[in-house]
């Protein structure tokens, strides 16, 4: 009998706690009357005693607030990188799905600009290797210009021949350059990359990858 009255308060303790927690012993008679005990028989006794002893055993345990782990408290917080400040100013929060997308899509414009910034500084070096070999071929070619008329269509197809450049088209361009004597076309500097950015209240936001830095306005 005892066990059965302890399941049935357990069961509706969770509902009655708040009030019985700061009552007397008459609110623990009136509850135990709401859920179906008869007054003056040993189940009643027994409900208003067990609510009496759970409600002195729940006022002595403090509250326990949820612990967090650190990744999440990190996560909610953000890595105060230049990315986490330039998605937070837009409103998302660190944690969720949309602050995320936002990071995965400035990470991606970044890397791009990055591949586009080598693959200018591997034309760079190119164009100047082409320099350095155009201005000895012209000092050459002074040189001899005297003495041999037909020097610069020889020399059309000597830089044809060596071009060094994948594009053919260029290959015959500065090829053409230096027959007339005319320096070599320096490679095109890449132009900024352009993307947007919409925010959770739907704003749409223009920003531009400058070298290695993300610009929003």
């Known amino acids: 009998m005892r066990t059965s009255i302890v399941k049935i308060?357990?069961?509706?303790?969770a509902l009655f706690a708040a009030t019985a927690s700061a009552a007397g012993l008459a609110d623990y008679e009136a509850t135990c009357s709401e859920i179906g005990f008869k007054k003056r028989t040993p189940a009643y006794g027994e409900c208003v005693l067990e609510l009496d002893q759970r409600a002195?055993?729940?006022k002595g345990k403090p509250m326990q607030q949820p612990k967090q782990s650190?990744?999440?408290?990190?996560?909610?917080?953000?890595?105060?990188?230049?990315?986490?400040?330039?998605?937070?100013?837009?409103?998302?929060?660190a944690g969720t799905s949309p602050y995320s997308d936002c990071r995965l899509k400035v990470d991606i414009a970044r890397r791009e600009q990055t591949q586009r910034q080598l693959?200018?500084?591997?034309?760079?070096r190119r164009y100047q290797a082409e320099q350095r070999q155009y201005e000895q071929r012209l000092a050459a070619y002074e040189?001899?210009?005297?003495?041999?008329?037909?020097?610069?269509?020889?020399?059309?197809?000597?830089?044809?021949a060596g071009g060094t450049s994948p594009?053919?088209?260029?290959?015959?361009?500065?090829?053409?350059r230096e027959s007339?004597?005319?320096?070599?076309?320096?490679?095109?500097?890449?132009?900024?990359?352009?993307?947007?950015?919409?925010g959770p209240s739907?704003?749409?936001?223009?920003?531009?990858?400058?070298?290695n830095n993300i610009n929003c306005f």
Not at 9 to 13: D, N, T, Y
Not at 75 to 83: E, I, M, N, V
Not at 202 to 211: E, F, I, W
């Open 119 to 124: 693959a200018y500084e591997a034309d760079q």
């Open 70 to 93: 650190q990744e999440q408290a990190q996560s909610a917080q953000g890595d105060g990188t230049p990315d986490h400040q330039t998605c937070s100013q837009f409103g998302f929060v």
């Open 167 to 176: 594009n053919f088209s260029e290959n015959v361009a500065n090829a053409g």
């Open 180 to 198: 007339l004597g005319m320096a070599p076309v320096p490679p095109t500097r890449p132009q900024m990359q352009n993307f947007s950015i919409t």
């Open 9 to 13: 308060v357990g069961a509706c303790f």
């Open 202 to 211: 739907g704003r749409m936001t223009n920003c531009t990858v400058v070298g």
């Open 143 to 160: 040189k001899e210009k005297e003495r041999q008329k037909s020097l610069a269509m020889i020399r059309f197809g000597l830089a044809m």
């Open 56 to 58: 002195t055993a729940a």
